[in-house]
């Protein structure tokens, strides 16, 4: 049996900035962007994002678990350098920039959890372990409060990024998060 490949060092930097380009065009779009500007925002040839990507459905799943990998390691990193609380409050931004992403690649994505080719339920699980995590680490120091669940934290970022997901509201869902973040703090 062959050894696998290792990519070359190019396709390896073209495959990252083809996957940075398109999270960052996904976040900024109302619509979703064609594969066309991708590659040319990426300074790459369509073909070669072809290569990396063979369909939009293939580029917006690596986008997708791209950010959820971000999102569920981003929480143990963050707790590695901040305490629980600033840690909570700082991957709340990262949920948010999370969803922004999911903002111009949301046609795709529906279809692709409608057939099942991303798996929702795994998501959810992943992104509830995290939030646990953060509220499990904010427990033990005394910082937050331990009858939250992570569900309700999901819950309450889904409404917050809702109503105050876009740019023009940025200011509003900071407001928003620290008064959540108020919430789950013990009382003095």
């Known amino acids: 049996m062959a050894a ?3 990519p070359r060092a190019d396709a390896t930097r073209n ?3 083809l996957l940075d380009v398109a999270t960052r065009l996904f976040a900024a779009a109302g619509t979703e962007p064609s594969m ?3 590659a040319a925002e990426a300074g790459v040839g369509i073909a070669t994002l072809y290569r990396h990507f063979p369909t939009r459905e293939s580029l917006v799943d690596a986008v997708y678990q791209d950010q959820v990998s971000r999102l569920t390691a ?3 990193d963050l707790l590695a350098e ?4 600033a840690a909570l409050r700082r991957w709340m931004d990262l949920f ?3 969803i922004a992403t999911k903002n111009g690649m949301l046609e795709t994505l529906l279809a692709m959890v409608e057939s099942g080719e991303i798996a929702h339920a795994r998501t959810r699980t992943e992104l509830l372990a995290a939030i646990d ?3 499990e680490a904010g427990r033990s120091s005394g910082e937050l409060r331990g009858d939250v669940p992570a569900e309700d934290i999901a819950a309450a970022l889904i409404g917050i990024f809702t109503v105050a997901g876009s740019a023009e509201h940025k200011a509003m869902a900071a407001r928003l998060l620290d008064l959540l973040l108020d919430g ?3 009382s003095a």
Not at 82 to 85: E, F, I, K, Q
Request: glycine content about 16%; aromatic content about 4%.
């Open 15 to 17: 495959r990252q900035q």
């Open 4 to 6: 696998a490949k290792t």
């Open 133 to 135: 995590g953060l509220l």
């Open 74 to 76: 981003g929480a143990k």
């Open 36 to 38: 066309r500007a991708i």
């Open 96 to 98: 948010g920039d999370w």
């Open 184 to 186: 789950l703090r013990v």
């Open 82 to 85: 901040l305490g629980p609380a």
